[in-house]
T-cell receptor
Framework: SQQGEEDPQALSIQEGENATMNCSYK?????LQWYRQNSGRGLVHLIL?????REKHSGRLRVTLDTSKKSSSLLITASRAADTASYFC???????????FGQGTRLTINP | GAGVSQSPSNKVTEKGKDVELRCDPI?????LYWYRQSLGQGLEFLIY????????KSGLPSDRFSAERTGGSVSTLTIQRTQQEDSAVYLC????????????FGPGTRLTVL
């Protein structure tokens, strides 16, 4: 089964609103990453949070990590139409070099 | 510098034919990964190369799939006797191979098996 599972599977909001996506995982990790994918092609790395960090910011992105609950959230503030994409969390599953991805959240920003 | 490149961008083949997909990683990156993404799904790990170490092939779905990495740079993923269920986007990524494993992805190859 997938290490990471995103919730919700799909999210549709109005431009300017905030979007929150959640990710849960099963095994211990060294770090957790969030990626964005446009149009089903290449992924773009957004942010990485280490297992000893609880919160991290990058521009309009805010990521939290709760290792006790094995969960993470990605918040996009003041959403824009260009944020429309699929968002995936990925974990290193406790030190393995390969990343284990969740199924993703499809985010749609309506103008 | 240039990012990860993949070729071809699209490949349509007939069931039973062999296909080769190519990946050029970012120069200097020691680690290279192949993933597969079926329609509307997450990414499925296939294989991982790190320097001169033996590759991690644990994600290859069958013995019809193989990959090589020549000279620690370019990689080729080969699928023999393609089946319709092989249809997917095949994504390649590379990283510096360090402990912080941020991966840089190519645009992918969309494979369609008729």
């Amino acid at each position: 089964s997938q290490q990471g599972e995103e919730d919700p599977q799909a999210l549709s909001i109005q431009e300017g609103e905030n979007a929150t996506m959640n990710c849960s995982y099963k095994t211990s990790i060294n770090n957790l990453q969030w990626y964005r994918q446009n149009s089903g092609r290449g992924l773009v790395h957004l942010i990485l949070i280490r297992s000893n960090e609880r919160e991290k910011h990058s521009g309009r992105l805010r990521v939290t990590l709760d290792t006790s609950k094995k969960s993470s959230s990605l918040l996009i503030t003041a959403s824009r139409a260009a944020d429309t994409a699929s968002y995936f969390c990925a974990t290193d599953a406790g030190g393995a070099q390969k990343l284990v991805f969740g199924q993703g959240t499809r985010l749609t920003i309506n103008p | 510098g240039a990012g990860v490149s993949q070729s071809p961008s699209n490949k349509v083949t007939e069931k039973g034919k062999d296909v080769e997909l190519r990946c050029d990683p970012i120069s200097g990156h020691t680690a290279l990964y192949w993933y597969r993404q079926s329609l509307g799904q997450g990414l499925e790990f296939l294989i991982y190369f790190q320097g001169n170490s033996a590759p991690d092939k644990s994600g290859l779905p069958s013995d019809r799939f193989s990959a090589e990495r020549t000279g620690g740079s370019v990689s080729t993923l080969t699928i023999q006797r393609t089946q319709q269920e092989d249809s997917a986007v095949y994504l390649c990524a590379s990283s510096g191979g360090g402990w912080i494993n941020e991966q840089f992805f190519g645009p992918g190859t969309r494979l369609t098996v008729l």
